[in-house]
């Protein structure tokens, strides 16, 4: 039996370990975790993170070979295996705050390993990171161990995407594993290649040295994101033109050169790591003495940054200049479908925007609770407090509840719920104010259809 751990029982750590469990019933798989509400809820019925098809995995192995733990001593000491998946935030103070990651609980979880170890280990690096990472916790590791004890370190970056993490874990497009290309080092990596190959094809397991892997987890994050950036630019060039940012992103995806994926104009991508890893990589790069590189990449949140903007605006100005004591139902307030995750999301720039303009906000989210939804406004840097909160927001239960009554009905996530053969819109037109306006910030409406209703409609990357 080969003793696995993972360290950090986060949106990554969880899904990405139970998998393994899931897939190797000869692996056993602890993860472990500092937040004892968080292994609470991984030890009960409702587990702390909604993604499609986690359910199954957990239930079916929780007990057996899986299992959820505080006890991050007991399980380094049992593992022949640990995955660092701790979380790796921008900084908010201190040297390269608001652009270097926080390497901190990396730090911490690697000089916990150096201390409890009593056997030699395989550690793995899952987080994102900088590039040379590695070369840090391998420092810390061999500084402070015991005699006789071995630390071979690997990266293994994770590219799961939230809402399709299973099917993404189960069926990887590829997995990467990189090492030191040492003897030692190639062991450890077989070791890895071994696991993952019992149910993924050997040539999606990709190999490579460290620092490769460690910058190509943070290159293809950028990547995705700038095509994001791109589309979005061209959206608003569509909107002044009359161009259709749908037909642009179809003509130019089917250049097999560039593709269809990813061309999706949106309100703004958000999630946990995009603007992070990009900032990370623009920090990197004015570190390396790049400043036209780093400028580079940091055009892409700016554009992300203008993009969020730019349609807040529009809703202000299309409503004559004025949404005070307007109400606006908002539906959705994830950062995309099917999951519950709101880190980054578009939706709380754009209220704490019209909460600053005085309007009401009724919003709708099925998977995100309105206490999240109220710790994220009043986060610091949002720019709205508790009692703005308070006063200007109504969580509701219902798409239909939100819309009784508002001027204005704005899509932020494209939950699938909100599509037009799952919502009766002429119901909710007949609740709302008139003029009625809706705001498509997904793309995901019939403009015609809500028209022929009696809609005002305004949609990205479409002229009115
Ligand atoms: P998360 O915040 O959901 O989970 C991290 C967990 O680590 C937390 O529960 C925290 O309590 C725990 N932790 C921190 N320090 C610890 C320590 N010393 N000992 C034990 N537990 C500790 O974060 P996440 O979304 O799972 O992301 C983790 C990493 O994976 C990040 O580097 C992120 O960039 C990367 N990543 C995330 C995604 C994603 O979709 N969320 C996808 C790919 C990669
Ligand atoms: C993204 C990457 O897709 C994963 O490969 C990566 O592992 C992960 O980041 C990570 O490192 O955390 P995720 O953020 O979960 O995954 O979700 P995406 O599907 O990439 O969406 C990110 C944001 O971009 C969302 O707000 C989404 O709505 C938006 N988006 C996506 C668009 O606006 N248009 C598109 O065409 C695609």
């Known amino acids: 039996m080969v003793n696995v751990c993972c360290i950090g029982a986060g949106y990554v750590g969880g899904p990405s370990s139970a998998v393994i469990a899931y897939k190797c019933h000869d692996v056993n798989v602890t993860i472990v975790d500092l937040n004892q509400a968080r292994i609470d ?73 150096a201390q409890v170890a009593t056997s030699s280990k395989i550690v793995i690096e899952k987080s994102t990171v900088p590039c040379r990472t590695a070369q840090s916790m391998r420092t810390i590791l061999e500084a402070n161990s015991s005699k006789n004890i071995r630390f071979d370190i690997l990266s293994n970056p ?25 003897p030692e080092g190639f062991a450890a990596q077989q070791k890895l ?16 040295n460290l ?43 089917t250049d097999s050169r560039i593709g269809p994926k990813f061309l999706k104009a949106s309100v703004g991508f958000g999630g946990s790591c995009f603007q992070k890893d990009i900032l990370n990589l623009v920090y990197l790069s004015e570190q390396l003495f790049l400043p036209e590189v780093a400028a580079y990449w940091k055009s892409v949140v700016t554009m992300n940054e203008y993009q969020k903007m730019r349609f807040t605006h529009r809703i202000v100005r299309t409503l004559f200049n004025t949404v005070t004591h307007k109400r606006i139902a908002l539906l959705g307030f994830a950062f995309k479908k099917d999951t519950g995750d709101t880190r980054e999301s578009a939706a709380i720039t ?22 999240q939804m109220k710790m994220d406004l009043t986060e610091p840097g949002v720019g709205t407090n508790e009692a703005e909160v308070e006063k200007h927001i109504q969580v509701c239960s219902s798409a239909y509840e939100a819309c009784a009554g508002a001027d204005a009905l704005v899509i932020c996530t494209e939950w699938d719920e909100f599509k037009m ?24 409406l019939d403009g015609p259809k809500l028209r022929e209703i009696g809609f005002r409609v305004e949609t990205i990357g479409k002229s009115v």
């Open 211 to 253: 620092w490769s892997s460690e910058l190509s987890k943070l290159a293809a994050n950028a990547l995705l994101a700038q095509r994001i950036s791109s589309i979005n630019a061209l959206s608003a060039i569509c909107e002044a033109t009359g161009a259709d940012v749908d037909e642009v992103a179809y003509a130019c995806g």
């Open 41 to 113: 809820a991984w030890n009960s019925d409702e587990l702390p993170i909604y993604e499609p098809g986690l359910d199954e995995v957990v239930f079916a192995r929780r007990g057996k070979n899986l299992f959820f733990s505080t006890n991050v001593d007991q399980a380094i000491i049992d593992a022949d295996i640990i995955f660092v998946s701790v979380n790796t935030p921008t900084k908010k103070t201190g040297m390269g705050a608001g652009m270097a990651a926080d390497l901190a609980y990396i730090e911490t979880a690697t000089r916990r390993i």
């Open 350 to 371: 754009l209220c704490s925007y019209l909460i600053q303009e005085r309007a009401n906000v009724a919003v709708y989210d099925p998977k995100v609770s309105a206490k």
């Open 193 to 208: 290649v071994d696991i993952y190959t019992r149910w993924i094809p050997q040539e999606r397991v990709i190999t490579m």
């Open 421 to 444: 053969e799952h919502l009766d819109y002429k119901k909710i037109y007949e609740s709302m104010h008139k003029p009625a306006f809706i705001f498509d910030g997904r793309l995901i």
């Open 158 to 182: 994770e590219f799961l995407a939230e809402g399709t993490a299973i099917k993404d874990l189960t069926n990887p497009d590829r997995v990467l594993i990189g090492c030191l290309q040492t």
